[in-house]
């Protein structure tokens, strides 16, 4: 997202004036597609629980995901766009910044701690609450349990000497048989920001430094890069996975025996593979444990018509009721609630590993450039290192000078 700040406030100034969102009894509502496959998707049924409880009428909009963040720029930066948003955790320091969330300090804090602190934290941007934790999640590592003992191995890799070499006993299965399913650009950036941090490195640090250049960042590079170049245990996806289906095919395929992935790939492998036999684990840890925190946060249009009701819509999806509505969808809530050992005990067992992960867990950059830092500087630099196009030292050592001048 280019210079996100500076034009959503001029593309507003342009129009001189914020046009509404939705009239006063009716709620706009974006939602990431994926959360809504279908018309009996728990989304619907919350807000229906929501419409009958409180008399507004929501008019939920299912947008895909690789279009969102693009369009809420285009019609938040116009003055229009929904009353409730859902936004990547990603994203929420960018548009925080460029004053087009409501601020919902005040309106939540009775109810702030519902909510898991990490989680709760990924909507907040200097000091204030612009937005509460839908789901939450991590990543950790899907093995294929018949290529894992096809290979030669009883148990999942515990670290990266074991992730490495397992995933070349799997490629020596077959000319079709691959170790890992990875992504191109800022999917395979994405994947890897867990094992940089595992190998003792930072992106952006809590000081506002820059520390992309450095050897822990290019070491995880070369890791990968290693495993597609050299081991040649990632296939050629790689280069061409721009989407969370492309890079989950030669894993639901049987052609990969694993995958860095969230909670969110349990739905994609029953729809794909129903029969896939299968095991999550905790990511391979490196000179430390980490992973990655994602999920998606509800946030409330700065201008919109309704804003108590928006607001209320936002409580309503992310409160108490969300711990079995986010179970149904193969989600994690983000409520505390959902981390007791009554809620782990219902949840699927292929969901629990997650959890398990979550006090490691780490939540990316909290700046405003860090969209597009992820996606325009760090993707091409992961993209140059795969296709050898620059060594991984030498891709992360300009990705570090671009970032530092984004920064200034």
């Known amino acids: 997202m280019f210079k996100l700040t500076r034009l959503l406030r001029a593309a507003a100034c342009a129009l001189g004036l914020w046009g509404a969102a939705a009239q006063a009894d009716t709620i706009t509502f974006w939602v990431n597609a994926p959360m809504v496959p279908n018309a009996s998707s728990p989304v619907y049924e919350e807000v229906r629980a929501f419409e009958a409880r409180t008399g ?13 963040e693009q369009r809420l720029f285009v019609a938040l930066g116009g003055g229009a766009g929904p009353d409730v948003m859902a936004i990547d955790t990603a994203w ?18 009775p109810a702030a701690s519902q909510y898991q602190p990490g989680p709760l934290a990924s909507g907040r941007y200097q000091g204030r609450q612009y937005a509460l934790p839908w789901y939450t999640n991590n990543v950790a590592l899907f093995v294929n349990n018949d ?10 890799p515990k670290n990266w000497a074991e992730f490495r070499a397992v995933a070349k006993a ?4 077959g000319p ?3 170790g890992l399913s990875m992504g191109a650009g800022r999917f395979g950036v994405f994947q890897m920001t867990a094992f940089i941090w595992q190998n003792g490195g930072e992106l952006i640090d809590d000081s506002g430094k820059v520390r992309v250049g450095e050897p822990a960042v290019a070491e995880t590079f070369a890791l990968f ?11 050629d996806t790689v280069l061409t996975a721009q989407s969370w289906d492309e890079v989950f095919a030669p894993f639901i395929q049987g052609r990969a025996g694993m995958l860095i992935s969230g909670d969110w790939t349990i739905g994609a492998i029953r729809r794909g593979a129903p029969n896939l036999n299968y095991t999550i684990a905790p990511l391979p840890v490196g000179v430390r444990a980490a992973t990655v925190i994602g999920g998606f946060n509800l946030a409330v249009n700065a201008k919109s018509k309704s804003p108590a009701a928006a607001a209320e819509l936002a409580l309503h999806l992310t409160g108490p009721r969300s711990v079995e509505a986010m179970r149904k969808a193969d989600r994690l809530s983000a409520q505390a ?23 490691v867990g780490r939540p990316r950059p909290n700046v405003p450039i860090w969209a597009e830092v992820h996606s325009s500087i760090l993707s091409p630099a992961w993209d140059a290192s795969l296709r050898g196009v620059l060594t991984p030292q030498a891709a992360v050592q300009k990705a570090a000078a671009e970032i530092n001048a984004k920064m200034k």
């Open 56 to 68: 507004h009428k929501v008019n939920v909009q299912a947008i895909p995901f690789q279009e969102l």
């Open 92 to 109: 929420m320091a960018a548009f925080a910044d460029a004053g087009v969330l409501a601020d919902l300090t005040e309106r939540t804090r």
């Open 147 to 156: 290529m894992l003992k096809a290979a030669g191995y009883a148990a999942p």
């Open 170 to 173: 799997m490629r020596a299965l």
């Open 176 to 178: 079709d048989r691959f």
């Open 225 to 235: 890069t290693d495993m597609y170049r050299v081991d040649k245990s990632i296939p």
């Open 337 to 359: 609630s959902a981390a007791t050992p009554e809620a782990l005990a219902k949840l699927p067992d292929n969901q629990r590993p997650f959890m398990a992960q979550a006090p």
